[in-house]
């Protein structure tokens, strides 16, 4: 008899629960919240996604947050709260860290005796959270409240703590923030101060010992240069082989052996986009239009605009935008007075629910399917990939012949150089934006770097240094290319200073770096940094060489051995040949063969790095963490509408 009433029990409870699965879905459409038509889609979504089919509902707009609530409500038999006007305790809260409550999305209610009523967003889930709060809690009970009310209550209590970890959450050692310590600022002063002595002293000894470490600057460069552009030659000729064999086997009916398939992950991963904003007024809806084409599943994906806390340009732009629900808005608090973005999506990252992190930029357009392809080739990683980088382009290249030359170098460093960096196992400085990094591994790095205003670059080199890998992702991103001369300086000097600093930074200890890198990474990134800023730094000595070239004597001939200055002179137009060659290489590469015809141009773009490398020296010693905004949104509405067209699509 009692077997018996317990095989009741557990029919009845096995009913009571086929009874709840069913409530939710039945509620919906009995109130109207949802039609049968949608209903039935979700549920052939779900199995697809494996994505809850509340939030399947909500993401694509077939029904509200509210309806959703009510019925989630009925379904698991909680109470349902409203939060407007509630005061959190702080000293429950204070039971868990802030990462906890927003990653739980969950908040302490209310204490009666032993007992606290939790609110939560997600009934799912609440198991886990009763399972992980069991040891600061002795009896937990839950309701049910929106996910807006818990995340604005949780926000308010901790913004503080928040903004503060949000400038040092990468570990001391790594990290730039102590350049405002005055040993960082002697040591460059007393180099300048030694040179000028020097200088004066010796004019023309010193004038060679610069114009020797501009050739050997420009040597390193050049060889990396080289590997990446013989890398994708390599490339390219086993592409060519690959598909002159399986043209052959689909000839005679053969099947070709060891080539790889291309298949769909068996469950695609939540992602998490950042797209950090600051006084982005026009920008700001372009960038809606051109989001809302991504074919990725919006159940599995959530944009977080980040914007700071005193922008009311971008704030207000915002507003007036009708956001789907799969868009947040994180408004970063003021802090320090560091307002970076590297900073901002610190700060972001506390809100973050995807297992990916990617990061594009206000006047982004990337491809469709570009997401898709991100879930393709981290489900077909091994354990080591941690990052990949997309390439990045431009959509108004004929604007200017400004536009059209850093059109050339993006494709020449995004379409040859960097591809065959990564293929090399070589150190991947990283660009700002079309990044995606595993979240887990993010955090292990804590986050990017505040301060640092190459935070990119920054992040590329701390994953090497902790042995993960980054691959470069087969798709493009299109961003509007900066073609007025102040502005570009203004950007370039940015970048060169980010450079310095994450040298100065990773070089502090210079034989733990070698060892945590190896020796090949290691000399790889001697190559880029030193290569990167001392061609500009030391270009009026390079270009001194051009002198020979005009049948003229070098003023450092009488100090150098005979025929030296026309072995360097050869140097410098082997390096200058070799960039108009990849330049030519790299518009054929992207689809722009019409460019290759603005290929020589460089000769005459590059110079104005040199002004970008002086402008970011003195802000290196006097501003080292400020943050020369690019301003976006000049090309005319005609150029930028063509962003979205498959004009120029030929990827890696």
Known sequence: MVQHNLTLIDSARALKRRDRQTSFERRLVEEHAVSKDHLMRALVLRQHQRAPID???????????????????????MQQVDLGGHRPQARLLARKPAQFWLRCCALPYMQLGQTVVVAIAHPAAFAGIKRDLEGSFADIQPVIASEAQINALLIA?????????ASTRVPLAYSCRTLRQPTWFSWPLLFLVAAITAA?????????????????????????????????????????????????????????????????????????????????AEIGRALLCRLCKLTYPRSLLEVLLVLEEDDAVTRNAIRCADLPDWFRVIEVPAHGGLTTKPRAMNYALNFCRGEIIGVWDAEDAPNPDQLEQVAQAFA??????????????????????????????????????????????????????????????????GGWDAHNVTEDADLGVRLSRLGYRTDMLPTTTYEEANCRP??????????????????????????????????????????????????????????????ITF?????????????????????????????????????????????????????????????AVYKALYELIFRPFFWDKTAHGHTPHTDAAQDTQPRIVPDL
Request: aromatic share 10%; net charge positive; glycine share 6%.
């Open 55 to 77: 939030q399947i509902l909500v993401s694509e707009g077939w029904a509200s947050q509210e309806q959703v609530l009510d019925a989630l409500s009925s379904q698991h038999g």
């Open 157 to 165: 209590h901790f913004r503080e703590d928040l903004a503060r970890e």
């Open 200 to 280: 004066i002293l010796a004019p023309r000894l010193v004038f060679a010992v610069l114009c020797g470490l501009a050739l050997l600057t420009l040597l390193l460069f050049t060889v990396l240069k080289c590997a990446g552009f013989l890398s994708h030659l390599q490339a390219q000729r086993s592409e060519r082989e690959l598909r002159r064999r399986q043209k052959h086997a689909s000839s005679v009916g053969a099947r070709v052996d060891h080539v790889p398939e291309m298949t769909p992950p068996r469950r695609l991963p939540h992602i998490s986009m950042l797209v950090p904003l600051y006084k982005e």
């Open 380 to 445: 077909q990683g091994d354990n080591n990939l941690a990052c990949l980088q997309g390439a990045l382009d431009y959509y108004n290249p004929s604007q200017n012949w400004i536009a059209r030359c850093f059109t050339l170098e993006y494709a020449s460093w995004f379409r040859i150089v960097l591809p065959g960096i990564a293929r090399l196992g070589l150190v991947v400085p990283l660009g700002g934006t079309t990044l995606f990094i595993r979240k887990a591994v993010l955090e292990q790095l």
């Open 486 to 547: 102040w502005p570009w300086v203004k950007q370039r000097s940015r970048w060169l200073k980010g450079f310095m600093v994450t040298y100065l930074v990773h070089m502090r200890r210079p034989t733990v770096l070698a060892r945590q890198l190896g020796w090949r990474q290691f000399l790889g990134l001697q190559a880029f940094f030193l290569g990167t800023v001392g061609q500009f730094l030391l270009a009026p000595c390079l270009w001194s060489f051009w002198l």
């Open 551 to 611: 049948g003229l004597s070098h003023p450092t001939a009488p100090v150098l051995p005979a025929g030296a200055p026309m072995v360097a002179a050869a140097a410098l137009v082997f390096f200058e040949l070799l960039g108009v060659v990849i330049a030519i290489t790299a518009a054929f590469a992207s689809g722009r063969r019409r460019l290759a015809l603005w290929a020589p141009c460089m000769l005459l773009y590059f110079p104005m790095g040199v002004i």
